[in-house]
């Protein structure tokens, strides 16, 4: 009976011990993996609308407010900051000319998504805390990320909104 009850202990044990490596694997890099699916998710909508909105890319809702084109143009200038700020590699130069044809466009979003995907994933968790500045401001990579992913997606949201007033379904709608 000693034999069966050690036995099971050590069983017990050993399964107990293995529970975190599972949970571990079951989510291989945490924070990086759901930000990093989120931007690839930022990037066919982007660029999706980018194509459908190929003929209105001069439109603006107002005076003062950005036009379609101000808008992707942002997102790409975003996305190659956010990189640059995660990867630690400043960027240089000076801010690109605006992108005014639609394949063009559409390839600028996805290139910089791919660019910004890749300095998501390769953060460590460690990384994440690192502290960095953005629009002047002390934060962290992770705190930086969040910002930028979360004003995309009201950026999105404006996309959006611009595409419906002119009659243009966005393609995941169809």
Do not use: C
């Not at 290139?111 to 994933?121: C, D, E, G, M, W």
Request: aromatic letters at 6%; proline letters at 6%; zero cysteines.
């Amino acid at each position: 009976m000693k034999k069966i009850l050690t036995q099971y202990g050590v069983f017990a044990l050993a399964v107990a011990l293995m529970m975190p490596l599972a949970h571990a694997q079951a989510q291989p890099a945490g924070v990086q993996a759901a930000f990093g699916k989120d931007a690839g998710t930022l990037s066919d909508k982007f660029t999706g609308l980018a194509r459908v909105m190929s003929g209105k890319y001069d439109w603006k809702p107002g005076q003062g407010v950005r036009s379609v084109s101000d808008v992707f143009n942002l997102i790409v200038t975003e996305n190659g900051m956010l990189a640059a700020a995660l990867s630690g590699t400043p960027n240089a130069g000076a801010k690109p000319a605006p992108i005014t044809d639609p394949e063009k466009m559409q390839e600028a979003l996805k290139t910089s998504y791919v660019n910004l995907q890749k300095a998501i994933t390769g953060l460590s968790d460690n990384d994440l805390q690192t502290p960095v500045k953005l629009f002047g401001r002390d934060m962290t990579k992770q705190a930086a990320l969040m910002l930028i992913i979360e004003d995309q997606h009201e950026h999105l949201g404006q996309s959006i909104a611009y595409a419906r007033t002119n009659d243009v379904v966005p393609p995941w709608s169809k």
